[in-house]
C-alpha cells in the first residue's frame, strides 16, 4: 500500500506541475498532429539525441522509476523516493535541453567566424554557392556539423532551398536573420555579395555580444537557487537510510503529510523561479518558433 500511495503523490505531483505550468497532458481521445511530432523529433535531433521521442520518454520514465524503487530500498520509505523520482524522470529533458541550448549557441557563436570564411572565399572569386560548399568542410566546427548535409542538399534541391533546410532544422533566430540574407545575397548575386557579408559579419558579432551579457548576468543566481530546491530532499534520504526515528516518522501517515507539502512547496518554488529567471525569448520573424518551445 506504501508503494501504491507513494507512486499516487508522484503522480499527483506530475500532474500538478504540469497544470501550473501549461503543459499538463490531454486524456481526450484524438489523432496528434503530426507537425507536434516531428518538432518533438527536431528537438531531440538539435540535442544530439538519437531517440524517438517515445524512447526518450520511455527511458526519462524508466529512470524515475527505478529512483524511486532504489531510494525505497535504501530507506525502507517509499514515500521520500518519490520527489527523487520525479526529479530523475526530469533529468534527461533538463540535461538535453541544456545540451541543445550550449549546441545552439555554439552555432551562433561561430557565425562571425563563418561569415569571415564566407567572405574571404567571395573575395577569392568563389561563388556563394562553393564558399557555403566549403563552410561545411573547413568551417569553424559547430557550422560544419550545422552545414554537413548542405552541399547534397544544394545539387539536388537548389541553394535556396537547401538553405532552408538548414534554417529550420536549427530553428534558430540568429541564424534565421544570417540565413535569410544569404538567401537574399545569393539571389543578387555580384558585387553586392561581399557588401551584404561585411555589414552581416559586424551585426552578428553585435548581437551575440549582447546576448552573451545577458546569459552571464543571471547564471550564478540561477545555480544558486536550483541548489537550494535540491539539498533538502538530499539531506531527507540520508536521514531516512539508517533505521530509527526518522525513518519510522517518514513511514508515518505525518511523514507523508510532510513530504506532500515538501513536495508541493518545491514544485511552487521552482515554478517561481523559472518565473523570475525566464528571460523572453527571441521571436522567430522569419520561421516558425514551434521547434523551438518545444
Same mark, same amino acid.
Given at each position: 500500500?506504501?508503494?501504491?500511495?507513494?507512486?499516487?503523490?508522484?503522480?499527483?505531483?506530475?500532474?500538478?506541475?504540469?497544470?501550473?505550468?501549461?503543459?499538463?497532458?490531454?486524456?481526450?481521445?484524438?489523432?496528434r498532429p503530426r507537425a507536434e511530432v516531428g518538432d518533438r523529433q527536431l528537438w531531440l535531433h538539435q540535442a544530439?539525441?538519437?531517440?524517438?521521442?517515445?524512447?526518450?520518454?520511455?527511458?526519462?520514465?524508466?529512470?524515475?522509476?527505478?529512483?524511486?524503487?532504489?531510494?525505497?530500498?535504501?530507506?525502507?520509505?517509499?514515500?521520500?523516493?518519490?520527489?527523487?523520482?520525479?526529479?530523475?524522470?526530469?533529468?534527461?529533458?533538463?540535461?538535453?535541453?541544456?545540451?541543445?541550448?550550449?549546441?545552439?549557441?555554439?552555432?551562433?557563436?561561430?557565425?562571425?567566424?563563418?561569415?569571415?570564411?564566407?567572405?574571404?572565399?567571395?573575395?577569392?572569386?568563389?561563388?556563394?554557392?562553393?564558399?557555403?560548399?566549403?563552410?561545411?568542410?573547413?568551417?569553424?566546427?559547430?557550422?560544419?556539423? %550545422?552545414? +554537413? =548535409?548542405?552541399?547534397?542538399?544544394? #545539387?539536388?534541391? !537548389?541553394?535556396? *532551398? &537547401?538553405?532552408?533546410?538548414?534554417?529550420?532544422?536549427?530553428?534558430?533566430?540568429?541564424?534565421?536573420?544570417?540565413?535569410?540574407?544569404?538567401?537574399?545575397?545569393?539571389?543578387?548575386?555580384?558585387?553586392?555579395?561581399?557588401?551584404?557579408?561585411?555589414?552581416?559579419?559586424?551585426?552578428?558579432?553585435?548581437?551575440?555580444?549582447?546576448?552573451?551579457?545577458?546569459?552571464?548576468?543571471?547564471?550564478?543566481?540561477?545555480?544558486?537557487?536550483?541548489?537550494?530546491?535540491?539539498?533538502?530532499?538530499?539531506?531527507?534520504?540520508?536521514?531516512?537510510?539508517?533505521?530509527?526515528?526518522?525513518?519510522?516518522?517518514?513511514?508515518?501517515?505525518?511523514?507523508?503529510?510532510?513530504?506532500?507539502?515538501?513536495?508541493?512547496?518545491?514544485?511552487?518554488?521552482?515554478?517561481?523561479?523559472? %518565473?523570475? +529567471? =525566464?528571460?523572453?525569448?527571441?521571436? #522567430?520573424?522569419? !520561421?516558425?518558433? *514551434? &521547434?523551438?518551445?518545444?
Amino acid at each position: 500500500m506504501s508503494l501504491v500511495a507513494a507512486l499516487c503523490i508522484g503522480v499527483f505531483c506530475a500532474l500538478a506541475v504540469g497544470f501550473l505550468t501549461g503543459s499538463a497532458p490531454r486524456f481526450e481521445r484524438r489523432r496528434r498532429p503530426r507537425a507536434e511530432v516531428g518538432d518533438r523529433q527536431l528537438w531531440l535531433h538539435q540535442a544530439g539525441v538519437a531517440l524517438s521521442p517515445v524512447q526518450f520518454l520511455a527511458g526519462s520514465a524508466l529512470a524515475g522509476l527505478g529512483t524511486l524503487a532504489l531510494v525505497t530500498l535504501v530507506t525502507g520509505a517509499p514515500l521520500v523516493g518519490v520527489v527523487p523520482g520525479i526529479a530523475v524522470a526530469a533529468l534527461p529533458r533538463a540535461y538535453f535541453a541544456r545540451r541543445r541550448e550550449t549546441r545552439l549557441r555554439e552555432v551562433q557563436a561561430a557565425w562571425p567566424d563563418g561569415l569571415r570564411d564566407l567572405l574571404a572565399s567571395v573575395t577569392a572569386g568563389r561563388s556563394l554557392t562553393h564558399a557555403l560548399t566549403a563552410l561545411a568542410s573547413s568551417g569553424p566546427e559547430p557550422l560544419r556539423d %550545422a552545414f +554537413a =548535409r548542405f552541399p547534397v542538399l544544394a #545539387r539536388m534541391l !537548389g541553394t535556396v *532551398a &537547401a538553405l532552408e533546410i538548414v534554417k529550420e532544422e536549427l530553428s534558430d533566430p540568429t541564424t534565421d536573420r544570417v540565413i535569410e540574407v544569404l538567401v537574399l545575397a545569393h539571389e543578387r548575386g555580384g558585387r553586392i555579395v561581399r557588401e551584404v557579408l561585411e555589414d552581416l559579419v559586424v551585426a552578428t558579432t553585435k548581437d551575440l555580444k549582447v546576448l552573451e551579457e545577458i546569459e552571464t548576468e543571471g547564471l550564478e543566481m540561477r545555480i544558486n537557487a536550483r541548489a537550494v530546491l535540491v539539498m533538502p530532499w538530499f539531506v531527507l534520504v540520508a536521514l531516512s537510510a539508517r533505521p530509527g526515528a526518522f525513518r519510522d516518522f517518514y513511514r508515518s501517515t505525518g511523514g507523508f503529510l510532510v513530504i506532500v507539502a515538501g513536495a508541493v512547496l518545491s514544485a511552487v518554488g521552482s515554478l517561481w523561479i523559472r %518565473a523570475l +529567471a =525566464r528571460r523572453q525569448a527571441e521571436l #522567430r520573424v522569419f !520561421g516558425s518558433s *514551434a &521547434a523551438g518551445t518545444t
